[in-house]
C-alpha cells in the first residue's frame, strides 16, 4: 500500500511505499495520521496558512471484509483550537480510498485556483473546479457523480460554502451525507482552495483467507448481541429518552439536563419522518437512516439525524419541532458544518440574549425559535451579520465580545462540547477534558458506568474497583475508565472500524480484534498488544500539544460544570401521554473534585502532574530519544 503525497502550490505529486516499521507501530488510520502530523506541522504553522497538513488516512483494515471497516480520518492542526485535530467519518469513501491502494494521502500548500484532487486507477492529478466554487456539497456529489451515481462510479469528499468562508466549524461532507465534522477541517481544506477529493478504484486487492474467516466470526459475534438492537432498530436517537431520564439530555445550553417535550424529539417521534435503513461499507449492525420531511416551510431529505446532532439542534436550543430539527440539519450538510459546534454556537447566542448579552436586528435569539436557528446556520455558514461573529466558534466570540461572555461559552482548547452533561456523566466529563483535539465524546466513551456493563466492567477492570466504579455518582475511579476507553478507541480508530462494534457496547474487545491483525502480520497479536498500540498513538497526540505549549490548565471544564449543581427532576405522564416536569427539582448533580480526577488520569498514565508525559513512558512506547 502507498502514501501520496500531494503540493497544491506546485502540483506535485510524490507517491512511497508506506513504511512498514511506522504500521507496525501506529497500524493506519489515526495512528498513521498522528505519526505525519507530527513530523510535519510544528508550532510555527498557522492553521489556515499553505504550510498545514490535511492528511486523509484509512487503516488497515478498511475495505476488507471485516465488520464495520468504513471509517476515514482526516488529521490537521486545528483552526478551531489552534493545536492537533482529527476529524472521524463514516461511509464508503475509506473503502475506496484503500481499494485505490492507499494507506494516505497527504495535502499540503495552496492551490492558485479552486480545484479537485482525483485519486482514479492509481493516478492522482489536479484539475481546476471554479465552477464549483460557491456549490453546496449535495451539488459538487452531483457535479462530480452525476445524478445517479452507480457502483463504481467514484466517491467524494468535499466542502461546501462555510470551508470556503473558512468558517471554524466547517466539515468535509462524504458520500452526500457523513461528515467529517469535528475541530474545522473543512477551513483547513477551503484555505488550500480544495473543493473536493475524487477517487475511483479499479479494482480490490487480495484479502488472505484467515482475514476472511475471522472477519465471519465477528460478524456473527456482532449479529448476535443484543446489546445492538437498539442502534439496529432506532439508530443513536434510542439514546434520548433514557438520557432524558438520567438528566445527561443537554438543554438551554446546559443550564439544564433534561427537557419537558421529551416525547416530540425522541426515537419514536422522528420515526414518522423515516424514509429507510442504511448501513456503511460492511456493516452489519446498520445504524444509519434517511428522513424526510415531505413538505412545508422544512421539507427536506436528510442521512440520519443522529442523536449528538438532534440534541445539538434541539434540546441545547430549546427546539421541540421535529422538523426544524431535520431542516437545520440538512443544512449543515449543504453547507457543510458540524452539526454538534453549531447548535452549540447557536445555544451559547441564546444564552448570552437571555442575559442581555447580545441582539440582532433580524432575529430573536430566544429560546426555542426555530427561525433564529434556522437564520444563525445560514448567516454563520456564509458569514453574513451576527454570522461572522460566530463562524470561529464559542471562544472566539466570546474573547471578541469580552466582559461575562466567556462564561457562557462552553468549550475545551475551543472545540465545543460535545452532548453529554458532565456532572451527570462523570466519566464523560474527565474524557471532556483530557482529550487531545478538544472536548470530544468518542476520544474514549466512558460510558461502562452508565450503560450498566458489569460483566464489561468484571472483566476488564481489577475487581476491587469495580463497585466504586460502577456507581455513575462517584468519581474515584472514573479516571481508570477514561484511560482505558481513550486506548481502546485509539486502537479501533487506527484499525479504521467503528466505535460501535468496539467502546461503544464492548461487543467486540481487543482481543477479538487480534486475529484480524494477525492474518495480515502473519504472527500472534493480542488484544494487550493492540492496546498498547492505542496508548502509544494517545501519547503521540499529547506530545504534539505539550509542543504547542499546552498543559494542565487547558484539560479544564468549563466553569459552569465546576460551580454550578445541575436541577435533576421527576417526569410523569399526562392524560396525552407527554411528559411534563415536577414542578421542583428532586435533587442535584454535580463534580464533587475534578482535580482529583485529573491527577489520578495523570498518575495512570505516568504523566506529571501538569500532564506531560515522562522520559519514562516516552521509553516504554518507543517514543522517546533512541
Known sequence: MKTATVDLTTGQVETLETLTGVLRQFLGGRGLGARLLYDRVGPEVDPLSPANYLIFTAGPLVGTPWPTSARLHVTFKS???????????????????????????????????PAVLRVENGDIRLEEACALWGRTTEETHRSLLGPAPRAGDGRVACIGPAGEKLVGMAAIINDHSRAAARGGPGAVMGSKNLKALYIRAGGRPQVPPALREAARAATAQLNGDPHLDG??????????????????????????????FIDQVDAAAFDRYLLEHKGCYACPIRCARRSRVAEGPHAAEIGGPEYETTNALGPMCWIDDPEAIIHANHLCNLYGMDTISTGVVVAFAMELHEKGLLDDPELSLNWGDAHTLIGLIERIAHRQGIG??????????????????????????????????????????????????GADHLYGLPAIDLGGAWDVAQRIFPAQIVPELMDPDNERFKPDMVVYGEHFCALTDALGICKFSTAEEYSLLPDDLGPALAA????????????????????????????????????????????????????EADPDSRSREFPEPVRYARLYDFEAMLDRYYHLRGWSRDGVPTPATLQRLGLGPK
Request: no cysteine; glycine share 14%.
Open 520 to 571: 495480515l502480520w502473519g504472527e500472534p497479536v493480542t488484544g494487550a498488544d493492540l492496546l498498547e498500540v492505542g496508548e502509544r498513538i494517545v501519547n503521540l497526540e499529547r506530545l504534539y500539544n505539550v509542543r504547542e505549549g499546552l498543559s494542565r490548565p487547558d484539560d479544564r471544564l468549563p466553569a459552569r460544570f465546576l460551580e454550578e449543581a445541575l436541577p435533576l427532576f421527576d417526569f
Open 388 to 437: 461572522d461573529l460566530l463562524a470561529g466558534g464559542v471562544r472566539r466570540a466570546a474573547h471578541l465580545l469580552g466582559g461575562q461572555a466567556g462564561r457562557y461559552a462552553l468549550h475545551v482548547k475551543g472545540l465545543e462540547l460535545p452532548r453529554q452533561e458532565p456532572r451527570v456523566a462523570k466519566g464523560f466529563g474527565l474524557g471532556h477534558a483530557t482529550s487531545n483535539r
Open 79 to 113: 483552526p478551531l483550537t489552534g493545536v492537533y485535530g482529527y476529524a472521524n467519518s463514516g461511509g464508503f469513501i475509506a473503502a475506496e480510498l484503500r481499494h485505490a491502494g492507499y494507506d494516505a494521502i497527504l495535502i499540503t500548500g495552496r492551490s492558485p485556483q
Open 231 to 260: 442502534l439496529r432498530t432506532y439508530g443513536t436517537l434510542v439514546l434520548m429518552e433514557p438520557k432524558n431520564l438520567s438528566g445527561d439530555q443537554p438543554a438551554k445550553n446546559h443550564q439544564l439536563g433534561q427537557v419537558p
